[in-house]
C-alpha cells in the first residue's frame, strides 16, 4: 500500500496534471479560433502538422540535452497509433465540416461510451454502479448545455462514425503504449510527433483543400501577398475616409499572423504532451469524462469575452449537471470496486497490480523528464 507521503505526492501530480491540460486545452482553442475567424487561416489539418513539427523540434532537443532516455516502440504499434491519430484529426474536422454542431457535439459525447467499451472488451475492466451512473449525469449536463440543432445525413453519419472510433482507439493506445513498453509521455511523444508531423504536413494541404476549397500555399503568409490580401480592407477604408497606410498595415497583419501561428504551435506542444500525461495516468474514460470540464469553461470563457447572447437558464443548468457528474464521477471511480479489472495472469498475480507496479514505473520516468 502506498505511505501517505506518497499517496498525497500522487494527488498533487494528478492535480497538476489535469489542470496542465485544461489550461493549454483552453488556451488553444481560443488561439485557433482567433487565427481562423480574423485572419481566415482555415487550414485545421496542416495547422496540426505544424503543432507535431513544434513538438518533434522539442523533443529531438530534449533527447540532445539528455533529458530524454532511449526507448523503443515497435514500428507496427507506432503505425498503428499514427493510423488512428490521423485518422481522428481527419474524422473530426470532416465531421464538422459534413454535420450540424448539434450532431458534432453528439459524435464527441459518444466518445465516452465507445471508451468505456474498449476498456471492457481489451483489459476486462468492469465498472461500478455509481461509475456507470456518473459517467450518464456528465453526458446528460453536457448535452444539455451544448447540444441544439441536430441534423443528420448519411456521409456525415459516416464521417462522425470514424472520428469517433478512431479517436477512441487513439486515446485507448497512449494509456496501452505507455504501460506495455514502460514509456514515459515525452517518451511516447518523441516516437510518435516524428511520424504525424510528417504525415499531417504531407496530406494536410489536400485535407484542407478538399474541405474549405482554398489552398495553404496561396495564403497570405509573405510580404506580396498580404499587400494584394489587404487590399480590400484598405480600399473600405479610404471610401470611408480613413486614413490608412497600406504598407504599414499590411505589414503588421503579417507579423500578427506568424505571431499567432508561432503562439498556437507553442501552446499545442503543451496541449499534446498534458494528453499523454493524463491519459498515462489515468484512462482515456476518465480523460474524456473529466476532461468536459473544458467544454464548459470555454463556454463561460464565451459568454465573458464574446457576449451572452447564448447563455440561458437550460445552459447554466446542463453545466451545473454535468459539474456534479464529474464530481461523482471522480469520488465512484477512487472507490474500492469503482472501476477494477478482473482478469488475473497465470502465475497468480492480478493484471491489476502489474499495470498499478507499471503506473508507479512510468510516474518515476515523468519525474526525471
Not at 128 to 135: A, F, G, P, V
Not at 199 to 208: A, I, Q, R, T
Request: proline letters at 2%.
Amino acid at each position: 500500500m502506498s505511505s501517505p507521503s506518497k499517496a498525497d505526492k500522487k494527488a498533487s501530480l494528478d492535480a497538476a496534471s489535469w489542470m496542465f491540460n485544461v489550461v493549454t486545452s483552453v488556451g488553444i482553442i481560443l488561439v485557433n479560433k482567433a487565427l481562423m475567424a480574423t485572419y481566415g487561416f482555415s487550414f485545421a489539418t496542416t495547422l496540426t502538422g505544424l503543432h507535431f513539427a513544434t513538438t518533434t523540434l522539442l523533443t529531438l532537443v530534449l533527447r540532445w540535452l539528455g533529458y530524454i532516455q532511449p526507448s523503443h516502440l515497435p514500428l507496427g504499434d507506432l503505425l498503428k497509433f499514427v493510423f488512428f491519430a490521423n485518422f481522428s484529426i481527419v474524422g473530426m474536422n470532416v465531421s464538422l465540416m459534413w454535420n450540424s454542431v448539434g450532431f458534432y457535439q453528439i459524435a464527441k459525447l459518444s466518445m465516452i461510451p465507445v471508451s468505456c467499451f474498449l476498456e471492457v472488451v481489451l483489459d476486462k475492466v468492469r465498472y461500478s454502479r455509481d461509475t456507470k451512473l456518473s459517467i450518464l449525469v456528465v453526458l446528460l449536463g453536457v448535452a444539455v448545455c451544448t447540444v441544439t440543432d441536430v441534423s443528420v445525413n448519411a456521409k456525415g453519419f459516416i464521417a462522425a462514425l470514424i472520428a469517433v472510433w478512431s479517436t477512441s482507439l487513439q486515446q485507448y493506445y497512449v494509456h496501452y503504449l505507455q504501460r506495455r513498453y514502460n514509456l514515459g509521455s515525452f517518451n511516447l511523444l518523441g516516437h510518435t510527433a516524428p511520424a504525424q508531423a510528417s504525415s499531417l504536413l504531407l496530406v494536410g494541404p489536400f485535407v484542407d483543400y478538399f474541405l474549405t476549397s482554398k489552398r495553404v500555399d496561396a495564403y497570405p503568409f509573405s510580404f506580396t501577398s498580404v499587400v494584394s490580401f489587404s487590399s480590400f480592407i484598405t480600399s473600405l477604408a479610404m471610401n470611408l475616409g480613413v486614413a490608412c497606410n497600406h504598407s504599414s498595415s499590411s505589414l503588421s497583419i503579417i507579423i500578427q499572423i506568424k505571431a499567432f501561428i508561432v503562439l498556437s504551435c507553442t501552446i499545442a506542444v503543451g496541449t499534446n504532451l498534458s494528453q499523454f500525461i493524463c491519459i498515462g495516468r489515468f484512462t482515456a474514460v476518465s480523460f474524456q469524462v473529466l476532461g468536459h470540464m473544458k467544454t464548459i469553461l470555454v463556454l463561460i470563457l464565451g459568454f465573458i469575452f464574446f457576449g451572452k447572447d447564448g447563455l440561458n437558464l437550460h445552459v447554466v443548468f446542463g453545466m451545473i449537471i454535468a459539474v456534479a457528474g464529474m464530481v461523482w464521477y471522480g469520488n465512484a471511480s477512487a472507490r474500492p470496486g469503482g472501476k477494477e479489472r478482473r482478469s488475473v495472469s497465470m502465475n497468480g498475480g492480478s493484471k491489476a497490480q502489474k499495470q498499478e507496479d507499471s503506473a508507479d514505473a512510468t510516474e518515476e520516468a515523468e519525474e526525471k523528464v
